[in-house]
C-alpha cells in the first residue's frame, strides 16, 4: 500500500492571528490590545494596520516566514515591553522616529505639545527664528519644528549618552539641515544664542520621584532620567524657566509639556521668575499638559 502522507497544515488566517494575539495582550494586561495586535502583525507583514485589517477581511493566510517572525515578538510584548520598541520605530505627527532602549518613546500628548511651539514659532515675524529643543530625546519636538517650520533654525541638547545615540540617528534619518545637535545639559546648552531664541521648548522629566508610573513599559522601559523630576517633578521646570529667560529675547515663548496636576504650581513658577501670561492648555484627553508664557 503507498504511504498517505497528510497535507501539510495550511498557513493560518490573518484574521484567527490577529484575533489571538489581541486575546493573548488582554489576558497579559497590555492597554490598547487589538491595535497593538495589529500593529504588531502589521509590522512583520511589513505593512501598515490599515493593510493588516484588510487582508483579515479578503481572508488572507499569513505567511510561514511572518508567523515565525510573530510568535517571539508577542511573547515579548506579553512580558510589556513597548510596542514602539519590538517594532522600532514610533510615530510623531508626521515623523516615523526610531526607538529602543536608552531612550523614551514619545507620546501622542506631546504631539500637542509641539504643536503649541510650532504655531508659536509661525507666528514670528523673522526670516528665520531660532527655537530651542531642552532635553530632546529621540528629537520629537525639535524635529516637528524643523520639518515644519522650515524656515526656522532649530537647536536641540540631549544631556544623556544612551538618549543622544538615538538623537543622532533620528536627525540622520529624518535629515533636517536646519537642526543643530548638542550633547548638553539643559541647564548649560546653547550659551551663544542667549537673547535670540523666539520658542523655547521642552518635555523635561517631570514625574515626582515617588510617583512610581504604574504601567511597566514606562516603569521598566523608559529611561529614568526621561521621567523623575525630584520630590514635587519640578526640579527640571525650574531650571527651564531660568535657562529660557536666558536664551529667549523679549516677547520669546516658553512652552513645556507637565503632568496633569502640574499646571498651578508652574505658572506660579515662570510667574515668579518673571514670565508673562502664562496659561495651560489641555491635551486630547482633556488633562492639563502644557504651560505657555511670554518672556518680557
Ligand atoms: N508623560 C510621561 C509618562 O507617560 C511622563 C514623561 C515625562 O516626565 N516627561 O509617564
Redesign the pocket.
Known amino acids: 500500500m503507498p504511504e498517505t502522507l497528510s497535507p501539510p497544515p495550511s498557513p493560518a488566517l490573518v484574521s484567527d492571528l490577529v484575533r489571538d494575539t489581541a486575546r493573548r495582550f488582554a489576558a497579559a494586561g497590555v492597554p490598547d490590545a487589538q491595535v497593538d495586535a495589529e500593529l504588531l502583525v502589521a509590522h512583520v507583514l511589513e505593512t501598515s494596520r490599515g493593510g493588516v485589517q484588510a487582508a483579515a477581511v479578503r481572508g488572507d493566510r499569513m505567511p510561514d516566514t511572518a508567523a515565525t517572525a510573530l510568535a517571539p515578538l508577542v511573547d515579548r510584548r506579553c512580558q510589556r515591553e513597548p510596542l514602539q520598541h519590538l517594532t522600532g520605530v514610533a510615530p510623531f505627527r508626521s515623523l516615523e522616529l526610531a526607538v529602543g532602549p536608552g531612550v523614551?518613546v514619545p507620546?501622542p500628548?506631546?504631539e500637542m505639545v509641539a504643536q503649541l511651539a510650532i504655531d508659536a514659532l509661525r507666528a514670528v515675524a523673522s526670516d528665520s527664528p531660532i527655537a530651542v529643543d531642552l532635553?530632546t530625546g529621540s528629537g520629537a519636538i525639535a524635529l516637528a519644528m524643523a520639518t515644519e517650520v522650515p524656515h526656522a533654525r532649530v537647536f536641540a541638547a540631549e544631556n544623556s549618552v544612551d538618549a543622544f545615540i538615538w538623537t543622532k540617528h533620528n536627525v540622520a534619518r529624518v535629515g533636517a539641515d536646519n537642526l543643530t545637535l548638542a550633547f548638553a545639559d539643559l541647564a548649560v546648552a546653547f550659551p551663544e544664542l542667549d537673547g535670540t531664541v523666539s520658542v523655547v521648548a521642552s518635555?523635561?522629566?517631570?514625574?515626582p520621584d515617588d510617583a512610581i508610573?504604574r504601567?511597566p513599559e514606562?516603569r521598566l522601559y523608559?529611561p529614568p532620567a526621561?521621567?523623575?523630576?525630584g520630590p514635587d517633578?519640578l526640579d527640571a521646570v525650574r531650571r527651564l524657566s531660568e535657562v529660557g529667560l536666558r536664551l529667549a529675547h523679549p516677547g520669546g515663548t516658553i512652552v513645556i509639556?507637565?503632568?496633569e496636576w502640574q499646571g498651578a504650581a508652574i505658572r506660579e513658577i515662570l510667574t515668579a521668575d518673571g514670565w508673562r501670561s502664562a496659561a495651560t492648555h489641555q491635551d486630547l484627553t482633556l488633562r492639563d499638559r502644557a504651560t505657555v508664557a511670554v518672556r518680557p
Open positions: 523614551f507620546r500628548e506631546t532635553g518635555n523635561p522629566p517631570y514625574v508610573p504601567d514606562v523608559d526621561a521621567l523623575y523630576g517633578g509639556e507637565h503632568g
